[in-house]
């Protein structure tokens, strides 16, 4: 008994050296008594600057809640966009149970970030704002906030990987073990020096159950969100004109490219800032503004923080060379449906990436090979009474054609999907209990199953 114990420590002691480099200054000989000192000053130390939120949602008697963060003195505070959505009346709850209510000064549903203001004179302890550029894998973090209600709670983890991104976001996501549950969105995500390093927002959950992966917006991100919102009230971005997709073992092939790396151009928009730049269908881009580009996503990313009116390099293979070009990003439209997520949002569905936890089930269910099903996109919820609800879209269909275009994976979704994006319907085939339905998603839907 006393060797496992002592094994134990050891493995313990271990993986906080390696993985936590907010321990290395210890020197101790009570090394325990230390780490646990670590977390308990720092969650002292930024307890006053993490709120609970309650929101009153319009017509409905149902209250949300959720975290957020003190970013200043005067009462600014960082939160998700999902938690206030649809708020009717925002109140704040300090951790010394004194109670607020809020302004909503502006919100983006593109990073689901949101700026709200303190109604109060009161002067606050703000959080300290990190540098999310700087985090590294495998250094330990710390969530913050009021997971299922339970204020002032604290889990702590590592970095488990970096620059994630989501298909219906503009977020560059930091992601981490630290448990994040249902009321920890828009808590803050610190690191050991007591850094707001993100803002937490979702999780993965399989056949209902918490994966314990967790996803925060990384706090760059957010304060680009904020500084626009300070002083716009809403987020311009620039506007390039062209579909781009990443780039699958199939197109390095056809394309005779030597690596995966890039964002491979689709679709150029006539008379777009991407056209007059000279982008051809068949370029690959491998750097902008000076920032390389790792796949499709990055792209996106790195476009949507991107300044509007100024000349911008972009670095392109062709035909294997590289080449040279200059874009001017012009403002998007906002009335333009311009993102997966606008689209998903005004037909009232969600999708996610059907993956070895899903196969099984859902093969047996169609009468289909798992193999097939892999990589390809699941309806995982329909809105009562939108669009795709009238129209007959259902839970776990599976995407198999849009306007006739087949979906076999992220890439051909993304592509098929954005096409739609001006027009009032579009057709979409699904798979559902092993027979092909085709169904007509538009705002007045109809079906043809």
Known sequence: MRIKNILTSLIFTTFLIVGCNGFTNIKSNNFKDDVISVFSDLYQKELR???????????SKKMKMGSGVIISKDGYIITNNHVIENAKEIFILMNDLKDYTATLIGADSKTDIALLKINSNDVFIAAKIGNSDNVK????????GSPFGLQNSITAGIV????????????????????????NSGGPLFNLKGEVIGIN????????????????????????????????GEIVRGHMGVIVQGITSETKKHYKLTSR?????????KNSPADKAGLKTGDVIIEFDGKKIRYMHNLIFILSMSPI???????ILRNNEKKTLFVVLEKSDPNNVVSVQDLHKKFGYSVTIIDNELVNELAEKNKTNP????????????VVESSAYSSGLKKDDVIVTINT????????YTMAILKVSLKKSFLMAVLRNGNIRYLVLSIKAGSLS
Do not use: W
């Not at 894998?137 to 913050?144: D, L, P």
């Not at 488990?160 to 630290?178: C, L, P, V, W």
């Open 49 to 59: 600057s993490v709120v609970q939120i309650e929101v009153s949602i319009n017509n």
């Open 137 to 144: 894998i495998g250094e330990c973090v710390v969530a913050m």
């Open 160 to 183: 488990s990987g970096k620059n994630r991104h989501s298909m219906e976001s503009y977020s560059n996501f930091i992601q981490t073990d630290a448990a994040i549950n249902s009321g």
């Open 201 to 232: 927002t979702m999780i993965i959950v399989s056949n209902g159950v918490n994966s314990n992966i967790g996803f925060a917006v990384s706090i760059n991100t957010a304060m680009f969100v904020v500084e626009q919102l300070k002083m716009n």
């Open 261 to 269: 790396r890039g964002a491979l151009v689709k679709d150029v928009s």
């Open 309 to 315: 009116g100024k000349k911008l390099e972009i670095i």
């Open 371 to 382: 193999e097939a099903l892999i990589g390809k996109i699941l309806v995982s919820e329909v």
């Open 405 to 412: 275009k087949p979906i076999k994976s992220v890439e051909d």
